[in-house]
C-alpha cells in the first residue's frame, strides 16, 4: 500500500514537475512572444498614434518572469527627424510637442503575460525613473506670446492623451504614480524673447490616476485624485530675455491643500543685456521670503485646467520696478521686450486657464520704481507695503490694462512714500497711504511737496495737505470716486519770470507750468472724481515780488467732467466756496511791498467747461457774495469800496460804493504823480438784472436787461496853482466805442445823481463851485454793439443847477468809432444869476449883482474835432460888480464896474415889455481844444455863445483877447482870459496851445 501512495505520490509530482516546467516554459515562451510583440508594436502604434511625428525608443524591455511586470529602461520619445523638418518646412509643425528621455519604468500590478484583454489595465503603481521632459509651445497657439487671451483652444492637429491610447486601451488606472528626479521644462519657441518654464530634480506623486473615455470631463488634473511634487534644490522655474525666476524650495500637495515656495527672486538679464546690446524698456527685480497657497484646488474642464485656493500668502518681499519707456535716448532698446506686455494671465496661460484665491495677503513688502525721464532718473519708494485682497480670479476675460479687475475687492497700506521726481523738479513724501475697495475708501495723511531746486526756469509747488479721502471708490477702467475730500492744503505755487531771449525786450515762449502740468496729468489719466470737497485751504500764487494768498474752510466741486485725461479740458456741474479770504501782496525794486486782501466771499460756478488749449470758457451760472471790499486802484491813491456785494441769479446788487483818496482834496493833486483832479463818487447801490453771463462767454458779448443806479454824489476838485503837462483827452463816448468788453444793456437809468464841480485858482485860496443836484437820467440803446448806421446812446436827464434852476436835456452819443457825432439839446426853466456867484467869484474875481434867466435853450452838434451851438438866453436885470481884495477884504471897482454894466446888456430882449423887442439868438461854431475833458468842451462851445448873448460879439470876444485893461477884466468875469500863470507854462514855450485845424 505504501509502494503504491509512493508510486501514486511519484507520478504526481512528475505531473505537477511536468506541469511546472510547462508552466515555465509556456510562461517563458508567452514572456518572450509579449516583450518581443511590445518592443514592435509599441514603436510602431506610437508612431501611428502620432502620424509618424513621434519615434519611440529605449534600451531595455522586460517582463517580469514570475509577475508578468512591464519595465522598460533608456526611453526616448522624440520627433521623427524627418517628419519634423518636412513639417517644419512647410510651416505645420504641431503646435505643441515634447520630447522626453526616462532612466526607467516600472508599471506594477498587472501580469502582463497571463492577460487575454488589454483593454481594461488598472495598475498598482507606476515607477518613474529621472525623466527629463522638454515640451515646445509654438508662439502662434500661445497667449503668452501673442497676447491675446481665448476663451477655448482649439486641437486642430495634436491630439488629447486618451486619443492617442483608445485605439488599443480602452481604460487605464494606477494607484501610485511615482516620479522621482524629474526634470520638466516648457520652451516657448518662435518668439522675439523666448520663455522656458523648468522644473529640476523633482519628485512628484500622483494618486488615483485614470484614464478614460470620461477623463477629460472629470475635472481632475493630470486625470489624478491628488497629487503633490516636492523639491528641496534651487530652481529655475521661469527664464526669458528679461528676466530670470528663482526659487530654493517647493512644496505642493493637493491632499493637504498647500503649496508653499521659499526664497523666490526675479533677477533682471543684465548680463544678457550686456551680450546683446539690448536692453528692455521696462524690467523689474524681486525678492520674497515665502509664498504659501492654502486651501487649494485643481480641477479641468473642456481640456483646460483651473486652480482654486483658499489663502494666499506672500511675507517679506524686496520688489524694485525700472520704467525706461519714457527714455529719449536708450541705446539699442530692445523693441521686443515682453515685460511691458506680460500680464498675470499670460504668465499662467501656458499651465493654466484660470486661477481664483478667495483672499491673499502680502505682508511687510518694501517696494521702489525708477522712471527714466528726460533724460533723469527718478525714484519712488515705499519701505512698508501691505496689501489684502479677497475674490481673485485670473483668466482670459478681463482685458490687457485692466488688472485691478481680476479682484472682488482690495485694501492696502503704505507707510513713510517718498518719490523724487528730478525730470520735473519735485520731491513728495506721504506719512501714511490706505485704500479699502471693499468700503469704497482711500485715505492719505501728511503729504508734503517740495521743489528740489528753487532756482528752476520753470514754475514749482511746495507745502502740504493735512489729509486726503475719498469716498465711493470704484475702479472700471480708472478710478471713479463719488467724493474727493482734501483737508488743510497749504500750498504755494511760485510763478518763475519769463526768460529773456537773444533779442532784447523779448521773452521766450517757454511754457513754465510744464512740471506742475507732469505732476497732475498722470492721475487725471486714471482718476474720475463727482464732487471734490477742500476745507481749510490756504492756497498761495507767488512771483519774484508779488503774491496772491487765498484760503477758504470749504470748497466743494460736483459732477466733474475730466475729457479726454488731460487738465487742459475740464467741466464740472457745480463749484461751490464758502468765507473764501482773499489777499494780494506786490511790490518792485523801488517800493515798499503792499499787502490788500478780502473776505467772506461766498462763490457758486455751475455748469462750467474750461478748454485751456482753446482758450474758451462756457459758463452755465454765477452766484457770488461778499462784503466790505476794498479795492486800491491808481497806485493808491484811490480806494474802491463796497459795502455788499451780490450776484445771483442773473442779477448784480452792489450797496454802499465808495470811491475815495486817503488825501484830503487840498493836498491831493500835490501827492499824485501827474497832479490829476480829486475825485470822490459815493453811490447807494446799483442794480443789474437780467444779467447773461453765460451767453458772455460763448459769445463775448455781455448783455443786461436793465441797469439802476442810485443816490450818486460825484465831487470833482480841480486845483490851478499846480502846473500840469498837457495830453490829449478822449471824448467820454469813445471810452465806451473802445471798452474791452463788448456790451448792450435794454434800460438804464440813473436817479438822485448829485455832482459838484470845485475848481481852486491859481491866485486864491477858496475854490469856485458849480453843483447839480437831484438829477435823474434814463438811458435808451446803452450798447458799444453796432447794429445800424447812425446808432446813437440816448441819455434823456433832468435836474436842478446850483440849486435853483430846473434843467432837462437829451444826450445822444455815437456807437460806432467811424461816426463821430453827438448832439445835445438842453432846457433851463429858470435861474437867479446871483446863484452863479459862488463860482464866479473865486475865479473871476467878479459878481453877479442882479439877474435872473428863464427859458434857456441850446442845442449842439458836434464831434471830437468842431461843434455848432445853438443858444437863446432870455434874462432880465442883469448887473454885475468886479472886485478887489485889499487888507484882507474883497470890494467892488466902482467906476470899471459901471463901465462894464455899459458894456453889458442887461436884458434879452432888449426891451421885455416891448411885444416887438426880438430875443438875440446865437449860431456859431467852435473848434475844440483836445486838451481838456468832455465837459470842458460842453463849456468851450458855451461860454462864447452866453457872452455873446450879453452883448459881446464872437469875434469881439476874440479881438478882446489883445486888449488890456477893462476888457480884460470883462473876459476874466467870463472866463475868456487865456494867459497862463507861469506855473502853468509846461512845454509850450509861452504859448497857447492852438485847437487841432480842420
Known sequence: MSSKIRKILKHTVIAILSLVVLFLVLNLFLTGRLERYLKKELIERTAKATDGFYRLSFDKLSISFFKGELRLEGISLEPDSMVF???????????????????????????????????????????IRSPEVRIYGSSESNPLASGLAVDTVEHTESKTLYEVISPYIDALSVKTLNLENASISYNVEKQVSPIIYTLSNVSFHAYGFMLDSTSSRSGKLLYCDNFDFVTNQPQTLLVNNDFRLETDSICLSTQDSIIYIQKIQL???ELLWGETNRKPTNYLEGKVQTVEIQGIHFRREDALNHLSARNFEIQSSDIKVYDLTREKKLANADADSLVQALSLYDVISPVLHSISVDQIRIERTSLHYSLALKGQIEDFSIPEFNFHAEGLLIDSLVAPGEELNYFRSIAFEANDIQGIMRARNHRFDIKRLAMNTASGSFHMDSIWLRP?????????????????????????KGISADLLMIRSPRLVYYKTPSVESSDKGKSTSVNSRVDVENLLNPFLQYLSIRK???????????AKKDSIRFSTPLISLAGIRIFKNSIYQIGFDRFDLSDGDFSMS???????LRTEGQKDIQLVLENVLVDLKKKTFQLGDLQLQTKDIDIPLDNGFYRLKIGDLDLRKSGLRLDNVHLVSPYSKMEFAYKQSKHQDWFDVKVGNVRLNDVDIPGYFSTKELRVGGLWINDVLLQNLKNRKIPVEPHIVPMIYEGLQKAPVRFKIDTASVANFSVVYEELPVKGDKPGKLYFTDMNGQFSGLTNIVSYPEQFIRLHADGNLMGSGHFTATWQLPVDSLYDRFLLDARLDSLDLLSLNEIVKPLAPAEVVSGWAQDVVFHMDASSRKGRIRLDFPYRKLKVALLKEKDGETTQKGFLSRLANLVLRDNNPAHPERKDSKLRKVDMEIVRDPYHSTFNYLWQMLRPALVESVGVSKKEQDAALKVAGFFTK?????????????????????????????
Do not use: M
Open 970 to 998: 470883462v473876459k476874466r468875469f467870463f472866463g475868456l482870459d487865456k494867459k497862463k500863470d507861469k506855473r502853468e507854462e509846461i512845454d509850450t514855450n509861452n504859448k497857447e496851445i492852438e485847437p487841432l485845424k480842420e
Open 267 to 269: 533677477l533682471p538679464q
Open 452 to 476: 528740489l531746486s528753487v532756482r528752476s526756469r520753470n514754475d514749482y509747488l511746495s507745502g502740504c495737505i493735512d489729509t486726503v479721502r475719498i469716498d465711493g471708490l470704484a475702479y472700471d
Open 85 to 127: 523638418e518636412h513639417l517644419a518646412a512647410l510651416d505645420s509643425l504641431p503646435d505643441t510637442y515634447v520630447s522626453t528621455r526616462i532612466e526607467g519604468i516600472d508599471f506594477k500590478g498587472i501580469n502582463l503575460v497571463w492577460r487575454w484583454n488589454y483593454r481594461q489595465l488598472h495598475f498598482n503603481t507606476f515607477e
Open 532 to 542: 471734490i470737497q477742500i476745507q481749510n485751504a490756504n492756497v498761495t500764487l507767488a
Open 586 to 592: 506786490w511790490g518792485s525794486d523801488t517800493t515798499a
